[in-house]
C-alpha cells in the first residue's frame, strides 16, 4: 500500500519514469535522469536509493487492470514479473478466441508487457493519448 515511506517512494519513483523518462528518446538521457533520481532518493528526507526500492533497479509495473473494474479497483504495484505476464498472455488467449476478431501471435517478452502496461495507463487517465510511433513490423499491433 501508500501507507508506507517505501510504498510512496516506489509510487513516486514509478511516476517521475513514466512522466519524465518515457518521454526520453536516448539510452544516455534515460541513464542520466536514473542517475538524478537516484541521487534525490539517497539524499534527506528520503534517504534510500533505486537498487533498494526496486531489484536491480528495474522500476517495478503499477497499473490497476488486473484487479475487477469498480469502486475497489486500485492502482498498485505488480512485483512479480511472472503473474502479470501470466494475465496478459491469458487475456491475449481470450481476445483470439473471440467471435469475429482476427487473431493476434504476439510474444510477450517484458518490454511488450512494459509498454502495453504504460498504454494503459495513459488511456485509463481521463482524457489519455498517445501517439504510437514505429516502422513497419514493428509490431504496433
Request: net charge negative; charged share 25%.
Amino acid at each position: 500500500g501508500y501507507d508506507t515511506k517505501v510504498g510512496m517512494l516506489k509510487l513516486w519513483t514509478h511516476e517521475c519514469f513514466r512522466v519524465f523518462s518515457d518521454r526520453l528518446i536516448d539510452d544516455k538521457d534515460r541513464l542520466f535522469f536514473q542517475t538524478q533520481v537516484d541521487e534525490l532518493l539517497v539524499a534527506e528526507p528520503f534517504s534510500s536509493a533505486l537498487g533498494s526500492l526496486f531489484d536491480s533497479k528495474i522500476v517495478s509495473i503499477y497499473g490497476d487492470f488486473m484487479s475487477d473494474p469498480g469502486p475497489d479497483q486500485r492502482y498498485e504495484e505488480y512485483s512479480d514479473f511472472a503473474s502479470v505476464k501470466a494475465f496478459c498472455e491469458n487475456r491475449l488467449e481470450e481476445y483470439n478466441y473471440e467471435p469475429g476478431m482476427v487473431p493476434m501471435q504476439l510474444v510477450l517478452f517484458r518490454d511488450a508487457i512494459e509498454h502495453a502496461c504504460r498504454i494503459a495507463r495513459v488511456i485509463g487517465m481521463q482524457r489519455g493519448n498517445a501517439l504510437l510511433v514505429g516502422v513497419g513490423g514493428s509490431g504496433r499491433q
